[in-house]
């Protein structure tokens, strides 16, 4: 069974970065594709990135794009999330996730964490 577990959520005020973590915990996940999705009041869940197992292939959202990066870590077992210049509508429940990285840019994950909260301020 896989846990993931994320670390490094807050409040910032726009503008700010902050620098999400997350460690998967019972197996690699260096063959499958991880990363985050988010989250935010009233809205769906979405996607903001996603990266294959290799590394090789990478998918952002629109709305994060050239303000998020997406690093993993796969002796670690680690995926994090670099967040800049962030924006008051960031503000969401951000999960890390592990799955088929062709099913992850569609949204859908086999293995979630617990989700942390980041919150931006004007």
């Known amino acids: 069974q896989v846990q993931l577990e994320e670390s490094g959520g807050g409040m910032v005020q726009a503008g700010g970065s902050l620098r999400l973590s997350c460690v998967a915990l019972?197996?690699?996940?260096?063959?499958?594709?991880m990363g985050w999705f988010r989250r935010a009041p009233g809205k769906e869940r979405e996607l903001v990135a996603a990266?294959?197992?290799?590394?090789?292939?990478?998918k952002y959202s629109d709305s994060v794009k050239g303000r998020f990066t997406i690093s993993r870590d796969n002796a670690k077992n680690t995926v994090d999330l670099q967040m800049n210049s962030l924006k008051p509508e960031d503000t969401a429940v951000y999960y890390c996730?592990?799955?088929?990285?062709?099913?992850?840019?569609?949204?859908?994950?086999?293995?979630w964490g617990q989700g942390t909260q980041v919150t931006v301020s004007s």
């Open positions: 996730a592990g799955g088929t990285y062709y099913y992850m840019t569609g949204g859908y994950a086999d293995y």
């Open positions: 019972g197996r690699s996940l260096s063959t499958y594709g």
């Open positions: 990266m294959s197992g290799s590394g090789g292939s990478v």
